[in-house]
């Protein structure tokens, strides 16, 4: 299933996230803005792993003093994701 997740505080402005829900991994992610390298390095850590693995790996990672950063948004994501399923 397909979810798309806004995005606060950052440069990319929306994560589109591919999930297995039968096995609660991540099929594909992708990133509108943002620094396009390291988020397609980003997304290619993160393929096949389980949604709770990636949440516990990027969650409270800071950018420049921001408070938050692409990964932790992509974990903030994925916990909302997680509580739906």
Known sequence: ???????????AREITIDINE???TINSVSFLGGC????QGIA????GKKIDE???????ID???KGTSCPD???QALEA????L
């Open 1 to 11: 299933m397909e979810y798309k997740y806004q995005t606060a505080g950052v440069c």
């Open 73 to 75: 948004q992509l974990a």
């Open 54 to 60: 990636v949440i516990a790996s990027l969650r409270g």
């Open 63 to 65: 950018c420049n003093f």
């Open 36 to 39: 396009n390298g390291n988020l």
């Open 44 to 47: 290619a850590l993160v393929k």
């Open 81 to 84: 994701i997680s509580e739906e």
């Open 22 to 24: 039968a096995d609660e």
